[in-house]
């Protein structure tokens, strides 16, 4: 079968090439699977991120609108406050006379 030394370097270095060929395949398979887990990783990252921020736009919003509606509140109430200080004033004037 070997006649030679150059068939066994031969069968060899057909060998090595196909046992070669197999661990590149295999590191190619896991390369691929890894970088499969990291995508699935940022992907959920990335929703996380995307929600936290429409969570802290409603809140921004929120804020602005109550914010709004407290200065309405507060200017009522200060002209409240004006009204019946005025009433007080008038009812002790008129006390006074």
């Known amino acids: 079968m070997f006649l030679t030394?150059?068939?066994?370097l031969n069968l060899v270095l057909a060998i090595c090439v196909s046992l070669l060929t197999v661990f590149l395949c295999w590191a190619i398979f896991y390369f691929i699977s890894f970088a499969r887990s990291i995508r699935r990783i940022t992907k959920k990252a990335e929703r996380g991120v995307n929600k936290v921020e429409q969570?802290?736009?409603m809140v921004?919003?929120?804020?602005s609108s109550n914010s709004v509606y407290l200065?309405?509140?507060?200017?009522l109430v200060q002209k409240a406050m004006n009204v019946v200080k005025e009433k007080k004033t008038k009812t002790s004037k008129k006390k006074k006379k």
């Not at 030394?5 to 066994?8: R, T």
């Not at 921004?60 to 804020?63: A, D, E, G, N, P």
């Not at 200065?71 to 200017?75: Q, R």
């Open 71 to 75: 200065s309405l509140f507060s200017s």
């Open 5 to 8: 030394s150059i068939d066994v």
């Open 60 to 63: 921004r919003q929120q804020l």
């Open 55 to 57: 969570i802290i736009e």
